[in-house]
């Protein structure tokens, strides 16, 4: 008998992307609904929860039935449903929790609950098979994480941000630039054109740990602008975009690059919205290349950096064969984290 | 035709299965418990009370405004997946009637209410007429606990006050109306979701089920702020598919 294929319907709706994706066997996209409320949350510099929340009840059922269609199956198809279920903004987790258990139950199919986080890694899926021990990487809106992967589906934190996240720092000083949010892509934009003049600080390069801080810099590119903004002078946004740039990407590169050595990683994977950024994407390749380092770095294709259901569907083919499934009262945890590793000192 | 109706508006949950006119389950509680956790499991119990599984539903009927928003949306979610995944009837019916369903056999002024913070209540004004049936008088709205007394005065009727958030403005509604003023009963005051059910089976079902929302009758505070120096209108979409 020819063995029936697996299909994982997943969901996400951990921020302000409603996402529903069909995923056959952990590594092919059969479809990959994103529904983004960047125009709705614009008006407002930022995202704003309570509207987050509206706009995925308004979405929900049309992803699904969209992400249905395209993949071409039925219900009857599919071996399973998965959802992210932390973190994220709670009333956004919620919509998503609640639909997936829904159709889990009417059709009487497994729900798999899914870290976001885990999401984000297992992106790199669809670019090549993942071999560990590997190092990832996270770099997004909310998260700066050295994580540790021993095997399949194993998660420790190495190294983490003791302040802002990389992507909220984009957006923090993109504000200041005048660019709408989230700004990361348009920071990126500008610094191709321009260079690294201001010298930024490149906190915690050289300290004996593997953790990261951008509120520093952040605060030096604020009081930058506003000195000139007070004496009259005007700044080239491009030079002021590259110098931001390079200070994050020195000390992203510089940690992980370090990191990688004293493991003895063969496998770099770099995840989150922040992972398409093509300084940093440009910068490790040349490090690996320079260096002639034996480390095989992944980056998620551009469409899989940010939210989307299909990373979901990746990073719950390997909860699928562990066999972890949640009941009918699955709830929403924003706060959801990966463990700290025993050895981690902050 | 087999009904499931859910109130997941406030504190209290209630789910009920309904066979054409007459109940076969229900099940309410009021204690303080997300409504994330406890909806699912709710719905199975009673539908394995009931002998019947969820594609045996003919309509799904929701508690649709106002309320908390969080709990409406996962009232709302459930119910409108249930009815797009199983291709099924949906119907969104007021919370408000829903409470106001509960009082029977007067022709008093029903004034069922929630609490809304800061001295406003969601609120909406119903009545039974002469068969029975439950009219609304003034639609739902959100509105100053004072403004509600004010147009209760005008209408100068008796009038009975329905919901667990009554108590918060009791004594202001007695020294308002005196004999006026009347207090539903414990029972009474909270949803049950086999009288939604009822209400909900004398409606027609949703054409769009995708475009069914809460009613929170409140715009965001952000939107608010925001309307104040920019116009609504000619927008590109807020939400789109990329
Ligand atoms: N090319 C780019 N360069 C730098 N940053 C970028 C780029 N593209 C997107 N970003 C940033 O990525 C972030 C969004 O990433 P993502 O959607 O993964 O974050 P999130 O889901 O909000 O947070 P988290 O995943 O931590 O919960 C934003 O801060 C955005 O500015
Ligand atoms: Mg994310």
Same mark, same amino acid.
């Given at each position: 008998?020819?063995? +029936? ?16 994706? *069909? ?15 960047? @125009? ?6 930022? *995202? ?55 159709? =889990? ?7 798999? !609950?899914? @870290? ?37 589906? /194993? ?20 504000? *200041?630039?005048?660019? !709408? ?27 004996? @740990? ?12 604020? @009081? ?21 740039? =390079? ?7 510089? +940690? ?9 990683? +063969? ?14 994407? /440009? ?5 690996? +290349? ?51 590793? =025993?050895?981690?000192?902050? | ?6 109130? %997941? ?28 956790? %406890? ?21 799904? &009927? ?13 009232? &709302? ?33 029903? &004034? ?10 969601? %609120?909406? &004004? ?117």
């Amino acid at each position: 008998m020819e063995s +029936k294929r697996e299909l994982i319907l997943a969901f996400e709706s951990s921020c302000d992307e409603t996402s529903v994706a *069909v995923i056959e066997d952990g590594t092919k996209i059969l479809s990959n609904i994103i529904a983004t409320q960047i @125009n709705s949350h614009k008006r407002f510099g930022g *995202v704003v929860p309570e509207v987050a929340s509206r706009h995925h009840v308004e979405y929900v059922t049309r992803c699904t039935e969209d992400a249905m269609k395209a993949a071409n199956v039925t219900y009857d198809d599919l071996t399973a449903v998965a959802v992210t279920y932390g973190p994220g903004l709670v009333g956004s987790l919620l919509i998503g929790v609640t639909a997936a258990k829904t159709i =889990a139950y009417a059709h009487h199919l497994p729900l798999i !609950p899914v @870290n976001h986080m885990a999401g984000h890694i297992y992106a790199a899926r669809y670019v090549k098979p993942l071999e560990y021990p590997l190092l990832a990487l996270l770099v997004s809106g909310g998260h700066t994480e050295l994580v540790y992967m021993k095997a399949a589906g /194993e998660f420790e934190i190495i190294g983490d941000t003791r302040d802002d996240a990389a992507g909220e720092a984009y957006d923090k000083i993109g504000r *200041v630039l005048g660019i !709408p949010y989230p700004a990361g892509k348009e920071v990126d934009r500008l610094a191709h054109l321009g260079h690294d003049t201001f010298n930024f600080p490149r906190a915690m390069i050289h300290e004996d @740990n593997d953790d990261f801080s951008f509120s520093g810099l952040k605060s030096a590119f604020i @009081n930058t602008v506003h000195h000139a903004d007070q004496i009259g002078e005007k700044l080239s946004r491009e030079d002021l975009a590259a110098s931001f740039q =390079a200070a994050v990407i020195d000390v992203l590169v510089t +940690k992980t690059i370090r990191v990688a050595k004293r493991l003895g990683i +063969k496998q770099l994977v770099v995840a989150g919205g922040v992972a398409a950024n093509q300084g940093l994407r /440009e910068r490790l390749a040349q490090v690996v +290349k320079d260096e002639h380092l034996d480390l095989d770095v992944v980056f998620p294709p551009l469409r899989l950096c940010g939210d989307n259901g299909a990373m979901v569907g990746a990073a719950a083919h390997i909860e699928l064969q562990k066999k972890h499934f949640a009941g009918l009262d699955l709830n929403a945890d924003p706060s959801l984290e990966f463990a700290y590793a =025993a050895t981690y000192q902050p | 035709m087999n009904i499931l109706a859910m109130d %997941t508006s406030n504190r209290a949950l209630s789910v009920a299965v309904l066979s054409d006119d007459r109940i076969l389950a229900e099940k309410t509680t009021d204690v303080n418990k997300n409504h994330s956790t %406890t909806l699912l499991p709710a719905i199975d119990q009673i539908l394995k009370d009931s002998h019947l599984t969820s594609d045996q539903i003919d309509r799904f &009927v929701v508690a649709q405004g106002p309320g908390s928003y969080t709990g409406l949306r996962i009232g &709302v979610t459930t119910a409108k997946t249930f009815a797009f995944t199983l291709h099924k009837e949906l119907v969104g019916v007021s919370s408000l009637a829903s409470l106001a369903g509960n009082i029977r056999h007067t022709n008093a002024l029903l &004034v069922p209410l929630f609490d809304a913070r800061r001295d406003n209540v969601f %609120t909406g &004004v119903y009545q039974r007429d002469d068969h029975g049936q439950l009219t609304n008088v003034v639609s739902d709205k959100h509105v100053p606990v004072a403004a509600l007394i004010a147009q209760l005065k005008m209408l100068n009727e008796d009038i009975i006050f329905i919901g667990t958030d009554v108590a918060h403005f009791a004594e202001r509604f007695r020294a308002a109306f005196g004999q006026q003023a009347h207090f539903a009963d414990d029972e009474a005051n909270l949803p049950h979701a086999s009288e939604l059910g009822l209400l909900g089976a004398q409606k027609e079902a949703v054409k769009d089920i995708h475009a069914f929302i809460p009613h929170y009758l409140r715009r965001t505070q952000a939107e608010n702020d925001w309307l104040k120096t920019h116009s609504d209108k000619g927008h590109q979409p807020y939400v789109e598919e990329v």
